[in-house]
Nanobody, 126 residues
């Protein structure tokens, strides 16, 4: 079965960086779109970034484009979220998601992803 395992979360000071990884198994990685979402306490889960399955096109939430980047390593079946210039408002649980059927126009939508990881906590605080 498909499994997604996130790692790399932790406590970081404002202005710092973190690199989140999501290791995928049980799927043909190159045929799946991969994404990151996050959920802060008391808030709804929101889209962070995605990378499409067909052409590897990347998409980052408008408010995060200057600080976050998404990439993937097909050989390692891993998707990476590089987060720079972290702010306290970035504090959240970050989830990895995947879909073999999602279309590009729906990459921002949670409903399009059928597989989710357990999440990794990111806390930005001094």
């Amino acid at each position: 079965q498909v499994q997604l395992v996130e790692s790399g979360g932790g406590l970081v000071q404002p202005g710092g960086s973190l690199r989140l990884s999501c290791a995928a198994s049980g799927l043909t990685f190159t045929r799946y779109a991969m994404a990151w979402f996050r959920q802060a306490p008391g808030k709804e889960r929101e889209f962070v970034a995605a990378i499409s399955q067909r052409h590897g096109a990347t998409l980052v939430a408008d408010s995060l484009t200057s600080r976050f980047t998404i990439s993937k390593d097909n050989a390692k079946k891993t998707v990476i979220l590089q987060m720079n210039g972290l702010k306290p408002e970035d504090t959240a649980v970050y989830f990895c998601a995947s879909s073999g059927t999602i279309i590009t126009s729906q990459l921002r939508s949670q409903a399009g992803y059928g597989f989710w990881g357990q999440g990794t906590q990111v806390t930005v605080s001094s």
